[in-house]
């Protein structure tokens, strides 16, 4: 029995003709586009995700470096209080020295203690603004990072809307997913913005 050869175009014809035919649907060629707009959505989102995490992490860390100025800045007014307690005990002993070299004295150690509790003021009011400058960058990084995560959560509903259309066979399923991939890319966008 002499067997026919099928040509490759006509084979694929026939299969795709049978796909159809089993699915009882238009045409399956979007569904290609389909598949690759949800690549490409997935890629973007899984970017999107690991710059969203980054940036949570940084104003994690830049939060702690907010929280360890604010205690040196605490340990520096604590040190410029005692140094002005120091300073007076100092001054009412030499008021009351009953020699002339001891008052010198006292009065010396009052002036070095005043000296100190100066750089402590200038030390604690630095760290002060060490403190205000973590803390705003901790709130931009934390800022940007929800930008991030709402292009994910987006891209996520896109995706979903796209394995939707591809079951149901739906081109307006398909194209709503594609308003949300829209949608997310914008969100995505903006993280990049400077603010």
């Known amino acids: 029995m002499p067997e026919e050869e099928l040509e490759t175009q006509e084979l694929k014809q026939n299969l795709e003709e049978v796909n159809e035919h089993a699915h009882g649907a238009a045409p399956t060629h979007w569904i290609r586009w389909l598949s690759l707009s949800t690549a490409v959505i997935a ?3 899984a970017i999107a995700s690991l710059e969203s995490g980054s940036y949570a992490d940084e ?3 830049r939060k702690n470096d907010a929280i360890l100025h604010q205690s040196k800045a605490d340990d520096a007014w604590g040190y ?8 007076a005990i100092y001054g009412t002993q030499a008021e009351s020295a009953p020699t002339p070299d001891l008052a010198s004295q006292w009065r010396s150690n009052a002036q070095r203690e005043l000296q100190e509790r100066t750089d402590a ?8 603004q060490a403190v205000a400058r973590a803390d705003e960058e901790s709130q931009h990084d934390l800022h940007v990072h929800h930008h991030f995560a709402k292009s994910v959560t987006v891209f996520q509903v896109a995706i979903a809307l796209s394995a939707i259309a591809a079951l ?6 398909w194209w709503i997913s594609l ?6 890319t ?3 966008a903006v993280g990049f913005l400077p603010s």
């Open 43 to 45: 890629v973007v989102a």
């Open 59 to 61: 104003a994690i860390v």
């Open 80 to 87: 410029y209080q005692a140094k002005g307690i120091e300073a």
């Open 121 to 128: 003021r200038h030390t604690a009011e630095q760290e002060a």
């Open 168 to 173: 149901a066979r739906k081109r307006v399923m």
């Open 179 to 184: 308003g949300f991939g829209l949608v997310g």
């Open 186 to 188: 914008a969100l995505f």
